[in-house]
């Protein structure tokens, strides 16, 4: 089984390959380490996953490089590791997927759950 938490797309001021001043990406970094504890706990109950997929929904059809939308979720992802009280580095990645829905760009996270 799993359970999703879908969030806002990243901001691109959080990609690797951003070039903001130290301080404007670390009030990104907090605003959505925040958000996503928020918004896991509207939509999850709190528990221990085995793993977690990224899904990126895009508006368009660019070009992404996968690497750096997956690495642009670190505060996300840290977001809801403090909400489910479990370290993050327990959990096992099993990739990013793209798709384009024009309507509602968002992020999903699929977590697996404990078997």
Request: hydrophobic share 40%.
């Amino acid at each position: 089984m799993s359970k999703t938490v879908t969030l806002p797309l990243p901001s691109r001021n959080l990609s690797p390959n951003s070039r903001v001043h130290w301080s404007v990406k670390a009030s990104h970094k907090k605003a959505a380490r925040r958000g996503a504890a928020i918004d896991a706990f509207q939509q999850i109950d709190p528990q221990a996953f085995a793993g977690y997929r990224l899904d990126f929904y895009w508006a368009t059809k660019r070009m992404r490089d996968k690497d750096n939308a997956a690495a642009s979720c670190k505060a996300a992802l840290d977001g809801i590791s403090d909400f489910t009280g479990q370290d993050d580095s327990e959990w096992e990645f099993d990739g990013v997927r793209f798709a384009i829905d024009r309507d509602n760009p968002r992020l999903e996270i699929v977590f697996t759950e404990i078997n």
